[in-house]
C-alpha cells in the first residue's frame, strides 16, 4: 500500500517533469525536463528563426528616427494588483487601464502582466546581454495589442504582443518599492499561490517617463515557451537600481513546481539571424558626429563670411 503510493507519487512527478519545460538550474529534473536548449523539440517556435533574448551588439545598432519616446497610460492609478507563482516565474497582473503607444508601435496596447527573471545571489540574471554583458535582474511588462483580449488571440500576430523590458543595476540604497514585490513573492512560495499586492503603481517601480526616450527595438519572441514570434521589444537603456540585499533575497523567495528554489530564471541568447536591432534616434548624439556638424559650420560660415 505504502510503496505503490510511493510508486504513484514518484510516476506522477516523473510524467508532470516530461511533460513540462524547465530552467538550465532545475538540475533535479535534468533527465526529464527540457532545458532550454531542448525545449525546439516540446515547441517548434523555440526553434525559430526570430527568437528572444538576444545580446545587443550596441556597434551595430541602427539609430532610426521613427522610434520616438512611448506614451504610458495608467502608470500613475493606484491598483491592487494580483501576484501568481506560475511554476516557472511569478506574474504580477495588470488591467488594462495600463496602456502604451507611440514609439514605433503598430497602435495601441494594454498590459496584461510583468514579471521578473533574475538569477541566484545577485549574479547575472537578465536575458538580454549587452556586448555580452549579464545585469543581474530583468523586468518585462506584456502588452498585447488593442483588438485582441488574450495573450493567445496577440500570439498570432506579428506584432501582437509588446515587452518593455528593463535591466536593472545593483546600487548602495534598497528600492523601496521593490520591497513590497519581493514580500509578495515570499506569499507565493508554490505553484499556484495568488496574493494580493494593495497600493501598487507601475511608476513606482519604473524609471520616469522623461528618462526612457532612450531604447533599442527589435523583433523576436517571448521568451518562455512556446516563445511565439509575436513579439515588438523595446529595451530601454536607464537601467533600475536596487540593492544587493534585495537582488539576493528575490531569488531566496518563490519555488519552482518542483519544489527547488526559483532561480537562475532566464533564457540563454538566441542567434540575432540577420535581423536589425534599431535604437531610437533621441539618444544622445556621438562626440565625433558634434566634432562633424561643428566642422561643416564653420566652413560654410567661414565661406559666407569670406
Ligand atoms: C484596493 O483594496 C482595498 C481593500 O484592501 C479597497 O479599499 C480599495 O478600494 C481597493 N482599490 C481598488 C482600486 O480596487
Ligand atoms: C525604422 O524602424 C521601423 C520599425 O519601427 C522599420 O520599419 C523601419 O524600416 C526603420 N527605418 C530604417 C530607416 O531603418
Ligand atoms: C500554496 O500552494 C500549496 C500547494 O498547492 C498549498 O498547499 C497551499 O495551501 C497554498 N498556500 C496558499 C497561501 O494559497
Ligand atoms: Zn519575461
Same mark, same amino acid.
Given at each position: 500500500m505504502d510503496f505503490a503510493l510511493h510508486l504513484s507519487t514518484l510516476l506522477s512527478v516523473l510524467t508532470h517533469c516530461?511533460?513540462?519545460w524547465c530552467y538550465k538550474s532545475q538540475y533535479s529534473c535534468d533527465n526529464t525536463c527540457r532545458d532550454p536548449s531542448r525545449w525546439p523539440g516540446l515547441f517548434p517556435d523555440c526553434g525559430g528563426l526570430r527568437q528572444s533574448p538576444i545580446n545587443i551588439v550596441t556597434n551595430? @545598432?541602427?539609430a532610426n528616427h521613427s522610434l520616438s519616446p512611448l506614451t504610458f497610460y495608467g502608470h500613475h492609478n493606484i491598483l491592487n494588483i494580483t $501576484?501568481? +507563482?506560475m511554476g516557472h516565474s511569478a506574474h504580477f497582473s495588470l488591467p488594462s487601464s495600463v496602456q502604451v503607444s /507611440? /514609439?514605433?508601435l503598430a497602435g495601441r496596447y494594454r498590459a496584461i502582466q510583468f514579471h521578473l527573471h533574475w538569477g541566484v545571489d545577485a549574479g547575472p540574471g537578465s536575458e538580454h546581454t549587452v556586448d555580452g554583458e549579464h545585469y543581474p535582474m530583468e523586468l518585462h511588462i506584456v502588452h498585447i495589442k488593442e483588438p485582441y483580449n488574450s495573450l493567445e488571440e496577440a500570439e498570432h500576430d506579428k506584432s501582437g504582443i509588446a515587452l518593455l523590458a528593463f535591466l536593472f543595476e545593483e546600487s548602495n540604497d534598497d528600492h523601496h518599492h521593490y520591497n513590497s514585490l519581493i514580500e509578495a513573492l515570499g506569499r507565493v512560495q508554490n505553484n499556484g499561490n495568488q496574493s494580493t499586492v494593495p497600493g501598487f503603481r507601475l511608476c513606482d517601480i519604473i524609471p520616469p517617463s522623461h528618462d526612457l526616450h532612450d531604447y533599442y527595438r527589435y523583433v523576436g519572441s517571448m521568451t518562455t515557451p512556446g516563445c511565439e514570434q509575436a513579439v $515588438?521589444? *523595446?529595451l530601454f537603456h536607464r537601467t533600475i537600481p $536596487?540593492? +544587493?540585499r534585495q537582488l539576493v533575497s528575490v531569488a531566496q523567495q518563490a519555488q519552482f513546481w518542483t519544489g527547488q528554489p526559483m *532561480? /537562475?530564471?532566464f533564457r540563454? @541568447?538566441?542567434p540575432l539571424n540577420g535581423r536589425t536591432v534599431y535604437r531610437s534616434a533621441t539618444s544622445p548624439v556621438q562626440p565625433g558626429l558634434i566634432t562633424v556638424w561643428l566642422y561643416v559650420l564653420q566652413s560654410v560660415l567661414g565661406r559666407a563670411l569670406a
Open positions: 516530461s511533460a513540462q551595430h @545598432v541602427q $501576484v501568481e +507563482n /507611440g /514609439g514605433g $515588438v521589444w *523595446t $536596487v540593492s +544587493n *532561480t /537562475g530564471i540563454p @541568447v538566441q
